[in-house]
T-cell receptor, first 112, second 116 residues
Framework: GDSVTQMEGPVTLSEEAFLTINCTYT??????LFWYVQYPGEGLQLLLK?????DKGSNKGFEATYRKETTSFHLEKGSVQVSDSAVYFC???????????FGTGTRLLVSP | NAGVTQTPKFQVLKTGQSMTLQCAQD?????MYWYRQDPGMGLRLIYY???????DKGEVPNGYNVSRLNKREFSLRLESAAPSQTSVYFC???????????????FGPGTRLTVL
């Protein structure tokens, strides 16, 4: 079945450092790919998405490019802030019905 | 607009007790979902409702039942709670629709359940 693999955390960075969180997927067909963010004590929020190969999703300084050849959707940000500390989930949705398949999540800790 | 609301926020049960988790959305969405979140496992789909009047099993349905009471409300019931059901439960909703079009899922704040 479909699956998503994320790098294990926590990822610990200093403010203004460059962030990469790796995500790879296994799926049949042409899934849509997503990054969700969960701030402490809250539910998940959609951060960005890409619906076809070579699409780049972006939001709040975060970017991810849908790479079909490497089945990857790595999350990047050029300069992280303390307020970016959260858990980040990579997810896919295959065509047909709108069921999301999540990775295990990666906790990001940013220190001043 | 409250979005997706869940009650209660926290609950402690003893093994064998029953309870119902409530979820409501005010976005006129067709589809609703229940997930559980466990450490190291991400979110796993328990049940979903594509539209009012329909429900289907997700990845981990055993030990749970659901009711789509109306378009707004989707409840999750534990008939006889077990320690393995200790988790954080999230409800979500989306516009839904046919043809494989993606609609963003909006999540509630979660219910933290402990079964002793």
């Amino acid at each position: 079945g479909d699956s998503v693999t994320q790098m294990e955390g926590p990822v610990t960075l200093s403010e203004e450092a460059f962030l990469t969180i790796n995500c790879t997927y296994t799926a049949t067909g042409y899934p849509s790919l997503f990054w969700y963010v969960q701030y402490p004590g809250e539910g998940l929020q959609l951060l960005l998405k890409a619906t076809k190969a070579d699409d780049k999703g972006s939001n709040k300084g975060f970017e991810a490019t849908y790479r079909k050849e490497t089945t990857s959707f790595h999350l990047e940000k050029g300069s992280v802030q303390v307020s970016d500390s959260a858990v980040y989930f990579c997810a896919l949705m295959n065509t047909g019905f709108q069921k999301l398949v999540f990775g295990t999540g990666t906790r990001l800790l940013v220190s001043p | 607009n409250a979005g997706v609301t869940q009650t209660p926020k926290f609950q402690v049960l003893k093994t064998g007790q029953s309870m119902t988790l409530q979820c409501a959305q005010d976005m006129n969405h067709n589809s609703m979902y229940w997930y559980r979140q466990d450490p190291g496992m991400g979110l796993r789909l328990i049940y979903y409702s594509a539209s009012e009047g329909t429900t289907d099993k997700g990845e981990v349905p055993n030990g749970y039942n659901v009711s789509r009471l109306n378009k707004r409300e989707f409840s999750l019931r534990l008939e006889s709670a077990a320690p393995s059901q200790t988790s954080v439960y999230f409800c979500a909703s989306s516009e839904g629709g046919a043809g494989g079009n993606y609609n963003e899922q909006f999540f509630g704040p979660g219910t933290r359940l402990t079964v002793l």
